[in-house]
């Protein structure tokens, strides 16, 4: 089991309660076990043991208030020190408090009265009795000794808290980053980009294409602010957004006021030129709602073709996701040559859908790089 699925495993409280137990534990068998004071030898009495309880109760707020906790321990040892009881390694009860202080930042302090507490025995003897020093010295390399790994347990915890804190920088980071890459390409076009994929570009023998045009956008909005023209195209083309989503549609791009849609990739999928027609119908519908920056009614053109495209992505700085090929340019001019607040679609797709949408025929209409050719206005969905 890796250490983060432990910690998931194993709540903060949880593991706060272990460790004051095993705390209040340790500085008992250590009061046990230390040379007892007095002529004769006095036993610890019950102050004593509660130290222990003490120092567990502490170590329960070391995570909120690692100084404090720090200090309030200090203060408690020193107390205790002050009565006849066992004399105990003072690294004992102040581990947990200052390997918590270290591993939270507080390392001059934890240093400071790590210190102190190692040193200050020598600096008494030094001062009262020198010849004790070399026993003295010998008595404390245990201690010492603690004291050391205690610091060096909290310099691994502050390593690794800093090593998580940065694991989950770079996991937020990157998952910012799909997010920006999903709001630009497809789902499965950014997974093969990010899988470091050379060229992209695929053939696609069956796709349904819809170009959506605001009639007379730009000359009304001369005159308006541009918050407001913005606000205009945000508002209308996040509900186009919607739709495409709802019928399972990909947004290849806008161009001004142009919106752009496709069926049938990047994954093929059934009944495209069916989704794309009932978008249209819903466009239309949901244009009739919304009004020009000047406040004045919304007219658009809508052109559908179906057929084959090349598909691919272009760029390696803003890179986009688009469509080539004879359907897509047939799809703009269904739309460039359309009627305002019709659906105009070519022979090929009025094939596809004749049997569950309602149509009605334009005759021959000059379509440019093409002459003339027989295109439909798509009414709705077929009462049939």
Not at 79 to 93: I, M, R
Not at 280 to 291: M, N, Q, S, T, W
Not at 305 to 334: E, K, L
Request: aromatic share 8%.
């Amino acid at each position: 089991m890796d250490r983060i699925a432990w910690r998931r495993r194993v709540p903060d409280p949880v593991a706060d309660a272990g460790i004051a137990v095993a705390l209040a534990v340790a500085v008992t068998v250590a009061i046990q076990v230390a040379p007892r004071q007095g002529v004769p030898p006095q036993p610890p009495g019950l102050e004593a043991y509660a130290l222990g309880l003490l120092m567990a109760a502490l170590a329960l707020f070391r995570r909120r208030w690692p100084l404090a906790v720090l200090l309030a321990t200090v203060v408690t040892l020193q107390v205790y020190n002050a009565t006849d009881n066992p004399g105990l390694f003072p690294a004992v009860p102040l581990s947990v408090a200052l390997a918590t202080a270290w591993a939270s930042g507080h390392r001059r302090w934890a240093l400071l009265i790590a210190i102190w507490f190692a040193g200050s025995p020598f600096v008494f003897w030094l001062l009262q009795d020198p010849s004790y020093l070399p026993a003295l010295l010998a008595d404390s390399v245990p201690d010492i000794s603690l004291f050391a790994a205690v610091l060096l347990l909290g310099e691994a915890v502050r390593g690794r808290r800093a090593l998580d804190r940065a694991h989950a920088e770079l996991v937020a980071e990157q998952a910012r980053s799909e997010r920006l890459l999903l709001n630009v390409l497809p789902a499965p076009i950014a997974a093969r980009l990010m899988a470091e994929e050379g060229v992209i570009a695929d053939a696609f023998p069956d796709v349904t294409v819809l170009f959506a045009d605001l009639v007379d956008f730009t000359r009304r909005s001369d005159r308006v602010a541009p918050e407001r023209v913005v606000q205009v195209l945000d508002d209308l083309f996040s509900a186009f957004d919607a739709l495409a989503e709802r019928y399972g549609l990909e947004k290849i791009k806008t161009i001004g006021d142009a919106y752009m849609v496709a069926g049938g990739l990047p994954e093929p999928r059934p009944g495209h030129a069916e989704a794309v027609a009932d978008m249209a119908l819903a466009i239309r519908d949901e244009v009739a709602g919304h009004a020009d920056p000047a406040g004045q009614p919304l007219a658009i053109r809508i052109g559908i073709d179906t057929g084959p495209v090349v598909a691919g992505v272009i760029g390696r700085r803003r890179f986009i996701y688009d469509v080539w090929g004879d359907t897509v340019n047939m799809a703009s001019r269904m739309e460039s040559g359309g009627v305002p607040g019709c659906i105009q679609v070519t022979a090929r797709t009025r094939d596809r859908l004749r049997d569950t949408f309602e149509f009605e025929p334009r005759g021959l209409v000059p379509v440019k790089g093409k002459g003339e050719m027989d295109v439909y206005l798509l009414l709705g969905r077929s009462s049939r």
